[in-house]
């Protein structure tokens, strides 16, 4: 087991976890860490616990040391210059009539580099921009295009759930989407019901994926006609794949629901063009009811 803490960012939800270094912390303690961008100040998310060394993929950096009232005090300086670049640049960009949406500036703790992020539909040329602002701050200075899923991250804001957005949260990578997903869940592929605040598919379509497309493997096709192993005939009417049951009605009209483990078992002994009533092949499927008018 390998002792653990975990941080977080103002400028983000998610939380990187560090060696605590010996240090006593608490959560909502402030911390100086070191991140992939530089030096960092950061609050205390999950206080020290310990997580099998298999979990982590690579060595946990230390805390430097917790955060003292001088940090803090740098802390809300570096936030006043983040807002005075915000509107320097805007207008900046104003003036060189840049095609560009300037979303936040990030200045790094020891304020040895300012990252502009913004958005844009083309490549914008912004040396000039660079230039300028270099000269005015005195640091390092960043200009970063990003695309419109992580444009909806650094902004923040609610999903179709009313919770915050995973992005913003706890996902570190923008996994591909494809609406094969959200047909295999039958939802309403009504773009606004399923598109996220950024204007693409919405994440959360690909995690229950897997279940769903593998629960329809071995479900039969709506509308097809099933036998239970009581021998009750039915229609399928509904597949409901969390609850994994199927919703059938029987000649009476009469509905009823009924697992896979319920179903009639296919008796051919080998794979077979029996069921779905689509000429599929399938293995240990619902045997389906054949019409005798339809027998030659």
Do not use: W
Not at 111 to 140: C, H, N, P, Q
Not at 167 to 194: G, H, W, Y
Not at 283 to 295: F, G
């Amino acid at each position: 087991m390998i002792n653990a803490v975990g941080i977080s960012f103002r400028h983000s939800g998610k939380v990187h976890y560090y060696n605590p270094n010996g240090y006593t912390l608490a959560s909502g303690d402030h911390v100086i860490v070191k991140s992939a961008n530089g030096l960092e100040f950061g609050d205390v998310d999950q206080p020290p616990f310990d997580i099998p060394e298999e979990n982590i993929t690579r060595p946990l950096k230390k805390i430097i040391r917790p955060a003292t009232n001088e940090d803090q005090v740098d802390l809300a300086k570096n936030q006043a210059t983040e807002k005075e670049a915000f509107q320097k640049a805007l207008e900046r960009i104003a003036e060189f009539k840049l095609d560009m949406h300037l979303i936040r500036v990030e200045l790094l703790f020891d304020r040895s580099k300012m990252t502009f992020y913004f958005s844009s539909d083309e490549r914008i040329d912004f040396r000039e921009l660079v230039k300028d602002l270099a000269g005015i701050f005195k640091t390092r200075i960043e200009l970063r295009q990003v695309g419109v899923r992580d444009k909806a991250r650094m902004i923040g804001g609610l999903g179709h759930c009313g919770q915050r957005l995973c992005c913003t949260v706890f996902l570190n990578n923008f996994d591909p989407i494809s609406i094969r997903m959200a047909k295999e869940q039958s939802l309403n592929l009504n773009p606004q019901k399923i598109s996220g605040v950024c204007g693409r598919l919405m994440c959360c379509l690909r995690y229950e994926y897997k279940n769903y497309k593998d629960f329809n493997k071995l479900a039969p096709k709506k509308g097809s006609m099933i036998e239970t192993a009581t021998g009750e005939t039915g229609k399928v009417l509904n597949i409901n794949a969390v609850k994994e049951v199927i919703t059938i009605k029987n000649k009476e009209g009469i509905l009823s629901q009924v697992t896979l483990d319920e179903l009639k078992q296919c008796d051919c002994g080998q794979d077979c063009q029996c069921n779905k009533n689509n000429g599929k092949k399938h293995n240990n499927k619902a045997k389906p009811v054949t019409n005798p008018k339809n027998k030659n």
